[in-house]
């Protein structure tokens, strides 16, 4: 997890578009949020979150493929606090590990 979100970044993920959206709603709560086609809004308060994504390539590493998933993330209006407190719990819901 970072310690600061700025307004718009860019994210590439090994999730296909699938994993994306079974988890999409557990991580954005109870908010408020609509999803169209390859995006989604969420209303944070007075303020808001553009989501966009689209597949990308999967990444070959030798005989291995992972899939790739690209996501814009697009806030308005809401500070830094509201940011991290966001993307804090977003994180936690979309993070994925392995042993």
């Known amino acids: 997890m970072q310690s600061f979100y700025p307004e718009r970044f ?3 993920m090994a ?10 709603p557990q991580a954005i709560g109870d908010l408020h949020w609509k999803l169209q086609t390859q995006s989604a ?15 990308g390539e999967p990444l070959a590493i030798g005989v291995v493929r992972m899939p ?3 996501v814009s993330f697009r806030f308005a209006g809401l500070d830094d606090v509201q940011r991290y407190a ?4 977003f994180d936690l819901y979309m993070q994925r590990g392995g042993g």
């Open 15 to 24: 999730c296909t578009e699938a994993d994306w959206l079974r988890l999409l």
């Open 41 to 55: 809004g969420v209303r944070i308060g007075d303020g808001a979150l553009g989501l966009k994504w689209r597949v």
């Open 86 to 89: 966001f993307m804090k719990r």
């Open 10 to 12: 860019e994210r590439e």
């Open 68 to 70: 790739r998933f690209l």
